[in-house]
């Protein structure tokens, strides 16, 4: 049994930015696929970035692309999302999700274990 807890989410204006945590219980954390997922009201979860075991690959998704950038420490049991630039279509609740197999997949029905989600608000 892994859990999982994100913090770091707040109120930001357009153009801001924000650093979200997710801290992870378990031994053997190095070895697992941690990824972050968003839901807006109204929306489908997305898929928004995920890192391997050891940080050996990354992926985004292109509508953050170049603006978001994932890292892990696993000294800490930690993995972040730093976020820049950040826009209203941002605005949605941010879910930690760790794989214990750690590959990077895109899918939430890949992911075991998931945190209680922190909320994102970006106004304009």
């Known amino acids: 049994q892994v859990q999982l807890v994100e913090s770091g989410g707040g109120m930001v204006q357009a153009g801001g930015s924000l650093r979200l945590s997710c801290a992870a219980s378990g031994r053997t954390f190095s070895s697992y696929a941690m990824a972050w997922f968003r839901q807006a009201p109204g929306k489908e979860g997305e898929f928004v970035s995920a890192?391997?075991?050891?940080?050996?690959?990354?992926h985004y998704a292109d509508s953050v692309k170049g603006r978001f950038t994932i890292s892990r420490e696993d000294a800490k049991n930690e993995v972040y999302l730093q976020m820049e630039s950040l826009n209203p279509g941002d605005t949605a609740v941010y879910y930690c999700?760790?794989?214990?197999?750690?590959?990077?997949?895109?899918?939430?029905?890949?992911?075991?274990?998931w945190g209680q989600g922190t909320q994102v608000t970006v106004s304009s």
């Open positions: 999700a760790c794989q214990v197999r750690g590959i990077i997949n895109y899918r939430e029905v890949d992911y075991d274990y």
């Open positions: 890192i391997s075991r050891r940080a050996i690959m990354t």
